[in-house]
């Protein structure tokens, strides 16, 4: 039996922002799909109008396993960037991770399967790509903010800072052009 895919079911228990007061959990798997979706959309808005080469299908595929080593180690954000050591060390387990899921498949799937997980399949300006979609939490900050949650007043100063000194031009044109839209409500959204 491999056992992979059951692991990854496993998602959906893991909650994030596990140390801040949110009014709407988030779970590992509906940030997974979430980062995915934005990073699809950051690779077309790259192939149409900034000329970055990059993958959408391959892109989206490793958003998709971008986080997958949080199933083993837990959501620890906050902690993993406190310091270099602790960055280094969590890279090390993150590492750990993706080989311990790995050895949960035949050889041959987790040989495609590890370079979606570890990264090792993107190039630099499609890992950009992806980090500035996962950098695209930033929504997550608004919609708290939105309902009166001043608990993610910082992180959503932080997350856009972040975003912004990543120079991603395809990052910026969803700032300027999508972000807008998500405080509109679904009639809103959906007249012609």
């Not at 949650?149 to 120079?167: G, V, Y």
Request: aromatic share 6%; charged share 20%.
């Amino acid at each position: 039996l491999y056992p992979f895919s059951a692991l990854l079911a496993r998602m959906k228990y893991i909650t994030r922002w596990s140390l801040m007061h949110s009014t709407r959990a988030e779970s590992l798997s509906e940030h997974t799909c979430d980062t995915a979706l934005l990073a699809h959309l950051l690779c077309l808005i790259a192939k149409h109008y900034t000329g970055t080469p990059c993958r959408p299908e391959v892109v989206a595929v490793a958003a998709l396993y971008h986080d997958a080593p949080e199933i083993i180690t837990g959501n620890a954000t906050p902690v993993k960037y406190h310091s270099p050591a602790l960055r280094d060390a969590y890279k090390a387990l993150e590492t750990e991770s993706v080989r311990s899921m790995a050895a949960l498949l035949p050889a041959e799937l987790a040989a495609e399967l590890t370079p979606c997980m570890d990264g090792s399949v993107l190039t630099a300006e499609e890992h950009r790509l992806l980090k500035a979609a996962d950098r695209l939490v930033l929504i997550k900050c608004t919609e708290e903010q939105r309902s009166g949650n001043h608990e993610f007043d910082a992180a959503l100063t932080q997350q856009r800072a972040a975003l912004l000194a990543m120079h991603c031009p395809e990052a910026d044109w969803f700032l300027e052009h999508c972000l807008p839209c998500y405080t509109q409500n679904l009639d809103e959204l959906t007249k012609p």
